[in-house]
């Protein structure tokens, strides 16, 4: 995939990343579905196994959780990665291209299967 890059990335009015690559191909990835995907050690621990909460709990947001969530800057991390400023103040994930491709896929086949 190294040859692989994009030529253009861009925000939608919708809360989409847009990616064109070299290829041709392109994709829009939902902002949430980019935050989703973090790959940090902090993300990849929320997301993993933990307790269901009590029945009839409530999850406490801060301000900036509450608010729709944006990308505020992308800036490349070397020639294979970009680190992505969110809006709710995360900006500790490294998205390298091969994770912004299947991320990119996978957003795809959602689509596919809400039209289906």
């Known amino acids: 995939m190294s040859d692989l890059v994009p030529v253009s990335l861009k925000k939608t009015e919708d809360a989409r990343l847009q990616i064109e690559w070299s290829d041709g191909a392109v994709h829009s990835i939902r902002?949430?579905?980019l935050r989703r995907g973090c790959p940090c050690a902090t993300c990849t621990e929320k997301h993993g196994p933990r307790p269901a909460p009590p029945p009839g709990s409530l999850p406490v947001l801060t301000p900036a959780q509450?608010?729709?969530?944006d990308i505020l800057s992308m800036q490349p991390a070397g020639?294979?990665?970009y680190r992505i400023q969110f809006s709710?103040?995360?900006n500790s994930g490294v998205y390298t291209l091969e994770l912004l491709r299947q991320l990119g896929q996978e957003?795809?086949?959602l689509e596919d299967l809400r039209k289906g």
């Open 31 to 33: 902002f949430f579905h």
């Open 66 to 69: 509450a608010r729709p969530l």
């Open 79 to 81: 020639n294979y990665a």
């Open 88 to 90: 709710d103040g995360h």
């Open 107 to 109: 957003s795809a086949s």
